[in-house]
T-cell receptor, first 111, second 112 residues
Framework: RKEVEQDPGPFNVPEGATVAFNCTYS??????FFWYRQDCRKEPKLLMS???SGNEDGRFTAQLNRASQYISLLIRDSKLSDSATYLC????????????FGKGTTLSVSS | DGGITQSPKYLFRKEGQNVTLSCEQN?????MYWYRQDPGQGLRLIYY???????QKGDIAEGYSVSREKKESFPLTVTSAQKNPTAFYLC???????????FGSGTRLTVV
């Protein structure tokens, strides 16, 4: 079983749609959780950290379910500029401070 | 502005050559990392360093070497022992546990 699993997509949605990405992780000792965004041929950039209580940043909402080892990202009112690959990322203390990346979910928003 | 700089942006290597990828940060971060990304694949950890003069192997360290003589610098050498080095190489840094990374803009290495 891979450490961090994501549905690769692609998700093709119209502008204004709401889209949700899911991610599962295998190591119950994982301590920190993030969503990163990666544009084509660019470096990943931190989108948001994910907290147990859930957190929201504008149109983006992240949720964490430790019991199910499940992380989600919800994007409301999708914009063309949201088109990118979204990476689910976890950190386990057993791997020092290194982050473990999922392969990413590709989103394409069309007009 | 603080940031992390990778150079060169593109690099071409002949079979059998060693090449070194540069990574410099002025964020005063303790930890630095090297990842490799292949098309359609996730990022895979090559090496990481949590403090000067110390570094640890990641999941795919074979054929690579690193040094951490200064806090600001974490160069990666791709040796001739790395059989399939063509990839996108990303350097990152972070201040401490629990924090996300700041990435450099990456180096695309191609074997010719």
């Amino acid at each position: 079983r891979k450490e961090v699993e994501q549905d690769p997509g692609p998700f093709n949605v119209p502008e204004g749609a709401t889209v949700a990405f899911n991610c599962t992780y295998s190591n119950s000792a994982s301590q920190s959780f993030f969503w990163y965004r990666q544009d084509c041929r660019k470096e990943p950039k931190l989108l948001m950290s994910v907290y147990s209580s859930g957190n929201e940043d504008g149109r983006f909402t992240a949720q964490l379910n430790r019991a199910s080892q499940y992380i989600s990202l919800l994007i409301r009112d999708s914009k063309l500029s949201d088109s990118a690959t979204y990476l689910c990322v976890v950190r386990s203390d057993q791997a020092g401070t290194a982050l473990i990346f999922g392969k990413g979910t590709t989103l394409s928003v069309s007009s | 502005d603080g940031g992390i700089t990778q150079s060169p942006k593109y690099l071409f290597r002949k079979e059998g050559q060693n090449v070194t990828l540069s990574c410099e940060q002025n964020l005063n971060h303790d930890a630095m990392y090297w990842y490799r990304q292949d098309p359609g694949q996730g990022l895979r950890l090559i090496y990481y360093s949590q403090i000067v003069n110390d570094f640890q192997k990641g999941d795919i360290a074979e054929g690579y070497s690193v040094s951490r003589e200064k806090k600001e610098s974490f160069p990666l050498t791709v040796t001739s022992a790395q059989k399939n080095p063509t990839a996108f190489y990303l350097c990152a840094s972070s201040p401490d546990r629990g924090f996300g990374y700041t990435f450099g803009s990456g180096t695309r290495l191609t074997v010719v």
